[in-house]
Nanobody, 115 residues
């Protein structure tokens, strides 16, 4: 059974930084993409950043230039470095992976940015 374990969330002041990490285990299939989504209170879940197997990266416009996604294939781990955080970045951040057949989600980690 695929499990995703996230860590690194917390409370930070505006302008600060956080680094999220997510480790995937239990997958017997090749992971074709990994990424991060977030959901703020009262809003729909939205894409933050994704990285596809070959290394193609996609960012939401609101985080481009501030966030960096990276991965460690050997460890089935994906990271999200978040710099210059803003209050509007406050949300629960979810890690996700896909093997091309279905998506798997982590339990989410809270990021709160105080202004």
């Amino acid at each position: 059974q695929v499990q995703l374990v996230e860590s690194g969330g917390g409370l930070v002041q505006a302008g600060g930084s956080l680094r999220l990490s997510c480790t995937a285990s239990g997958s017997s299939s090749t992971i074709t993409a990994m990424g991060w989504y977030r959901q703020a209170p009262g809003k729909q879940r939205e894409l933050v950043a994704t990285i596809i197997g070959g290394g193609k990266i996609n960012y939401a416009g609101s985080v481009k230039g501030r966030f960096t996604i990276s991965k460690d294939n050997a460890e089935n781990r994906v990271y999200l470095q978040m710099n210059s955080l803003k209050s509007e970045d406050t949300a629960v951040y979810y890690c996700t992976i896909t093997d091309g057949l279905q998506f798997y989600w982590g339990q989410g980690t809270q990021v709160t940015v105080s202004s």
